[in-house]
Antibody
């Protein structure tokens, strides 16, 4: 069974960098699929942030591209998100998820449980 | 403002059927058969219910079905059950530069 688990600080100060990791179990990141981050502001809808393939292909939401870096660590079977210069507007629940892409279908089929990140001094 | 438009809320009584619409453009919903639907219960992660417009993942009840006409996709839930009460989000692949777009979500209330 594929499982994803987010980890990282729950509290980040304004102007600092938010760093999250997503550990994948039950499936090797190197075997295929893409891996992405989605966030959800409190009481709001879902917002796609970025997606990466183990080969290095990356896709970013243009709204955040200048501040976002997504990376993958196949040795740890995990992928990460960095969001710089955060403000209160970045306070949200951050989800990691598996994306099928052209090979396995354009859908997020497995999701992590989500982690709440609050930006506050 | 979300890229895809969904009604904020819908409701229905147990046993009834409801339909949630998801309207986009020719660059997303209308241009590709890559519409997905996700169910989200409070405090939980989204769960994939429908992909590629009308396909159900293994384990999802056949009470859930999807369709598309032009730039509008729809999710229909038949035989409503109390456990169906949740938020539902549509999503589509898009050629507009963002790869994926989501709808604003629809809160389903089972009366």
């Amino acid at each position: 069974q594929v499982q994803l688990q987010e980890s990282g600080p729950g509290l980040v100060k304004p102007s600092e960098t938010l760093s999250l990791a997503c550990a994948v179990s039950g499936y090797s990141i190197s075997s295929g699929y893409y891996w992405g981050w989605i966030r959800q502001h409190p009481g709001k809808g879902l917002e796609w942030i970025a997606t990466i393939h183990h080969s290095g292909d990356t896709y970013y939401n243009p709204s955040h591209k200048s501040r976002v870096t997504i990376s993958v660590d196949t040795s740890k079977n995990q992928f990460s998100l960095k969001l710089s210069s955060v403000t209160a507007a970045d306070t949200a629940v951050y989800y990691c998820a598996r994306w099928g892409g052209t090979t396995y279908g354009r859908k997020f089929d497995y999701w992590g449980q989500g982690t709440l990140v609050t930006v506050s001094s | 403002q979300s890229a895809l438009t969904q009604p904020a809320s819908v409701s229905g009584s147990p046993g009834q059927s409801i339909t949630i619409s998801c309207t986009g453009t020719s660059r997303d919903v209308g241009g590709y058969n890559y519409v997905s639907w996700y169910q989200q219960h409070p405090g939980k992660a989204p769960k994939l219910m429908i992909f590629d417009v009308s396909n159900r993942p293994s384990g999802v009840s056949n009470r859930f079905s999807g369709s598309k006409s032009g730039n509008t996709a729809s999710l229909t839930i038949s035989g409503l059950q109390a456990e169906d009460e949740a938020d539902y989000y549509c999503s589509s692949y898009t050629s507009s530069g963002t790869l994926v777009v989501f709808g604003g979500g629809t809160k389903l209330t089972v009366l």
